[in-house]
């Protein structure tokens, strides 16, 4: 480590470190972006068709949206909200 220091280089692990740890606040920023009006998460959906007759499971729900992403009618990606991931879904 000492023999690629500079007087004001940092070091190969040092830097390589800092730009892991850049890369790594990237994903949370891109990964924290707000839900846009066109996209939908399998919770929303229970919660509006919740106290419906015959409204499906929320097991069921996310059956159906995996089935959508699979046959390509819809995408889906990952966001981090309250702590945790949750996939949010927008229309192909």
Avoid at 59 to 77: E, Y
Avoid at 78 to 92: N, P
Wanted: aromatic letters at 6%; one cysteine or more; glycine letters at 8%.
């Amino acid at each position: 480590m000492a023999s690629d220091k500079g007087k004001r280089n940092l070091d190969q692990s040092t830097r390589a470190a800092l730009s892991g740890l850049d890369w790594a606040l990237a994903e949370v920023a891109e990964k924290s972006a707000p839900i846009q009006p066109d996209e939908w998460t399998t919770r929303q959906v229970f919660e509006a068709l919740h106290g419906q007759p015959g409204a499906p499971t929320i097991d069921a729900l996310q059956k159906q949206h995996r089935r959508l992403v699979d046959s390509g009618k819809a995408t889906c990606r990952k966001v981090l909200r309250g702590g945790h991931y949750e996939s949010v879904f927008r229309r192909a």
